[in-house]
């Protein structure tokens, strides 16, 4: 993934945390310690809303970014769960885990600059029995490949000027969001993925021993941003 993410904040609005969180709740083992992978934590506030349903749950949150775990680890401390949770800075696909019950990601699978291959074997590798990958990622679509033209555009004349011009546009369509988290989500309109979700890949996660159980529609927030779902794999030798 770029390197120019480990400098970059980037955080869920309390909304979309809470819908993330529901979405993945019914995958999670209750009742014992799971074991729950978040790859591009942010920070942190989906896997604090998990952990807070599932008070038995061991939390790893992997991030690029140290502002952003930073900030996920002072959040973690303030709703008194620290002790639950660990805090991985790097990169997912040289990270050690132990074997994990879920490994879920939402806008981040489809940013790492791997092949498919490589990043499925990884994720069968970090599952254990009956353990479940989740991944939240943008499809295949004409509405998706027009936004992504759109910016590959203003990534070749991006300069200040177009910065503030794309401000001033989400400005003036979000009033009520903080400008903080206006900018920060400024550097998503430049943002181009290396993965779609499609025949192609899921044929990678098959060829390396994934399931797929189903997929899941996904709430869009703005017409700004690409289409997305989730899918649900499983180990092939977990899956029924």
Not at 50 to 64: E, F, N
Not at 131 to 155: D, H, Q, T, W
Request: charged fraction near 25%.
């Amino acid at each position: 993934m770029n390197t120019a993410y480990r400098e970059l904040r980037f955080s869920a609005r309390p909304e979309a945390a809470r819908y993330a969180a529901a979405a993945v709740l019914p995958y999670v083992p209750s009742g014992r310690p799971a074991q729950i992978v978040d790859v591009g934590c942010g920070t942190g506030d989906t896997l604090l809303a998990i952990a807070q349903a599932r008070p038995l749950a061991r939390c790893v949150g992997i991030d690029m970014s140290e502002v952003n775990l930073a900030s996920a680890a002072e959040h973690v401390r303030k709703a008194g769960s620290g002790d639950n949770f660990r805090w991985v800075a790097g990169d997912y696909l040289s990270c050690t885990l132990s074997p994990a019950d879920i490994i879920f990601s939402e806008s981040v699978m489809h940013l790492i600059p791997a092949d498919a291959h490589i990043i499925f074997r990884k994720l069968k590798a970090d599952l254990g029995p009956g353990g479940k990958a989740l991944l939240i990622m943008p499809y295949e679509s004409i509405g998706n490949r027009l936004l992504i033209g759109v910016r590959r555009a203003l990534r070749l004349v991006r300069n200040r000027a177009m910065d503030a011009v794309l401000l001033w546009i989400a400005r003036t369509l979000y009033p009520k969001w903080p400008i903080e988290e206006l900018r920060e989500r400024l550097e998503y309109m430049y943002v181009v993925p290396l993965n779609l979700d499609g025949a192609e890949w899921r044929g990678h996660a098959k060829d390396c021993g994934l399931v797929l159980l189903e997929t899941v529609p996904w709430k869009n927030t703005s017409f700004t941003k690409l289409r997305h779902r989730m899918l649900v794999f499983e180990r092939a030798d977990s899956a029924r």
